[in-house]
């Protein structure tokens, strides 16, 4: 039971008596001086967590903007990858100390397996991430990464095709929150939110006690508000890198997306 356990520091975002945002930034994107600038303007506008995406050549789940972003921060001078990302990650949040939202690498099982497991797990307890989301590992392939990732959530993401065993299966495995994918397809805006996402959102409910957040196709303060309204975060991803170049608009864009979700009427599930 929730109440019978302490929730870590990214499940305790979920739980303010209110919806949380989740920003999602591509690290060194479009260079690693504006994307370390544009996390800074996310926290400050009210961000709840911060997911940094790892630039990467082969991502399954990312549609074209976020796609795009990592190609060019991986031909940037050096190249951007997972070593670079966590670099990054500790800047950021070593910089903010107490101020800092809970951090959430988003990035793929080869990077992990190319850097080693341990070391991985070990350069983000170090940098003070809070936990990992990786689209193509589910459970029944995360043995090796759980055994060395202590200290560190792992989100597993269900979509409206899942079945009522997957559901319970990822919702078991996940820590930290429980993702669930709006629609099937890649990440991206678009122009309605789905009525499959709420469902699946009900479905996950019933199967957890931990806050299930919903992210891919929400692009619009309204639409932030209406996933707000059904969930416990909304996950917003291209809207913003999108907007990544200025870090400025960033933050006005996050600060608008925070205050439609913060006030969309609708408590926590803590």
């Keep these: 039971m929730a109440g019978e356990r302490t929730a870590s520091r990214l499940e305790a975002a979920f739980r303010r008596g209110r919806p949380a945002l989740v920003a999602y930034l591509m690290a060194g994107y479009p260079d690693r001086t504006t994307s370390l600038r544009a996390l800074a303007r996310a926290a400050d506008a009210g961000a709840d967590v911060i997911e940094l995406g790892v630039p990467y050549g082969d991502p399954l789940a990312d549609g074209p903007v976020i796609a795009d972003a990592a190609q060019v921060a991986r031909r940037a001078p050096g190249g951007f990858g997972l070593a670079e990302t966590i670099d990054l990650a500790r800047e950021f949040i070593s910089g903010r100390g107490d101020d800092c939202p809970p951090l959430v690498l988003m990035t793929y099982l080869n990077p992990l397996m190319s850097m080693g497991l341990p070391r991985a797990a070990d350069l983000m307890r170090e940098a003070g991430v809070a936990g990992v989301i990786v689209p193509d590992m589910p459970p029944e392939a995360a043995r090796p990464w759980r055994a ?15 079945t009522d065993e997957r559901v319970r299966v990822v919702a078991d ?42 992210g891919f196709g929400i692009g619009t303060p309204e639409q932030a508000a209406e ?10 991803g291209s809207a913003i890198v999108r907007r990544q ?8 864009f996050v600060r608008s997306l925070a205050r439609a979700v913060h006030e969309s009427g609708r408590g926590s599930a803590g």
């Design 148 to 162: 060395v990732a202590g200290g560190l959530d792992t989100v597993f993401l269900l979509a409206p095709t899942s």
């Design 245 to 252: 170049h200025d870090p400025s608009v960033v933050g006005d």
């Design 173 to 214: 495995a996940s820590a930290g929150f429980v993702y669930c994918v709006s629609t099937t397809g890649v990440t991206g805006e678009r122009e309605t939110l789905a009525d499959a996402g709420r469902r699946l959102v009900e479905r996950v409910r019933a199967a957890t006690t931990l806050p299930v957040a919903i």
């Design 227 to 236: 996933a707000a309204r059904i969930a416990d975060g909304v996950i917003v």
